[in-house]
């Protein structure tokens, strides 16, 4: 099948999913959950077109773009531009994928350019992109790609790799992606959450809440995310601060929620002066009912040393078989030189699943 029978254009995010432009939103959705479940060999990261739709809108806080490559009426590539609007205005996020039937015919290469294009177009200087890879792979040796950071590695073989490569992307970092079964031993962490309450004596305590933040915590969860941003190891990634109020929290929870998604936190409460240093977020879709996610875990530098990580996140755990029994496995993401984190994993079960690799490349200024 020729190169030259494919067409790329831009695809506008529609209103709804009903006529057209729904039923073109749709199929590249569709395409793009294709990818991944080839990638990890199930459907536990597929997401609706439904859910895709209300988190591409546009709002205050980001901007996506769509291209779609089509043979004919089939959708057999895509490629996603996420622009953030309120901070880190330099970046432009990128997402490429093909249809395995449609590689190598440069696809992949007409739809990151048209992306950059438009980044650079609208002044923005860096873009940064993600690959997906089961574990199973020797992780040193000749046949490696080594992360900037010196820990972490990929298969050279790998498509993503050599694709990534070939555009000029840089290896910044790799993260583990670990999962564990649940619910979790209730014994286990019955012994973890005296064990770590016990450590953190007698200045701390635990607040929760599911899906909306009570009102008299808000500014603290609000500069508890805005630390998150920063905080978590990035190498050499672009990567600034970000810039979270109250608004901003309200709209993260709202937006979920769009999504027809639902978030259990808990965070730790400094009771000398009142203010919340760490959190941990669980999310979770009725759609994939057997699949939880691991979001955000943070515990400010200050207050380290606590236990306050394993505590927090333990009586998540606990929070899940209660409040959402159906799920079946859980899944975390940690840069593979956050090693207390990883350490705190493997003591609530998590096992290796693969590794997620982040990619950096520097665009040339737009000229004026």
């Known amino acids: ?148 950071t010196g820990i972490g590695s990929l298969p050279a073989a790998s498509p993503a790799v050599r694709f990534a490569t070939a555009s000029g992307f840089r290896l910044e970092q790799v993260e583990r992606r670990s999962s564990m079964p649940i619910p979790a031993d209730p014994g286990l962490l019955a012994d973890q959450l005296a064990g770590a309450a016990a450590k953190a004596g007698g200045s701390y305590r635990l607040v929760e809440w599911t899906d909306n933040c009570p009102a008299e915590y808000l500014d603290h969860y609000a500069a508890l995310r805005q630390r998150m941003s920063t905080d978590v190891p990035l190498g050499e990634l672009d990567y600034e601060e970000e810039a979270w109020d109250a608004a901003r929290v309200r709209h993260k929870e709202a937006n979920l929620q769009r999504m027809n998604g639902r978030s259990l936190v808990v965070a730790a409460r400094h009771v000398p002066s009142g203010g919340l240093v760490g959190h941990t977020v669980l999310e979770w879709f009725p759609e994939q009912p057997e699949v939880v996610f691991q979001e955000d875990t943070l515990v400010l530098r200050a207050h380290r040393g606590h236990n306050l990580g394993l505590w927090i996140k333990a009586r998540n755990l606990q929070r899940v078989a209660e409040a959402w029994p159906q799920g079946r496995r859980l899944y975390t993401w940690n840069a593979a030189e956050n090693s207390n984190m990883l350490d705190i994993n493997i003591a609530l079960g998590f096992t290796p699943a693969g590794y997620e690799a982040a990619w950096q490349k520097k665009l040339h200024a737009a000229r004026p």
């Open 1 to 148: 099948m020729p190169t030259t029978s494919i067409t790329i254009a831009p695809l506008p995010i529609p209103e709804t999913l009903h006529g057209p432009a729904g039923a073109d939103f749709t199929a590249s959705v569709e395409l793009a959950n294709l990818v991944t479940c080839l990638i990890w060999g199930n459907n536990d990261f597929w997401v609706s077109p439904a859910a895709k739709l209300e988190g591409s809108r546009a709002n205050d806080y980001a901007v996506t773009y769509l291209w779609a490559a089509k043979d004919g009426d089939r959708h057999v590539g895509r490629a996603l531009l996420e622009l953030s609007l309120q901070d880190n205005e330099q970046n432009g996020y990128v997402f490429v994928a093909v249809h395995p039937e449609y590689r190598r015919r440069g696809i992949g290469r007409r739809l990151l350019a048209e992306a950059e294009a438009f980044a650079g177009s609208l002044g923005r200087t860096t873009l940064q992109a993600w690959s997906e890879h089961p574990a199973g792979f020797e992780l040193e040796g000749p046949d490696v790609v080594q992360a900037e």
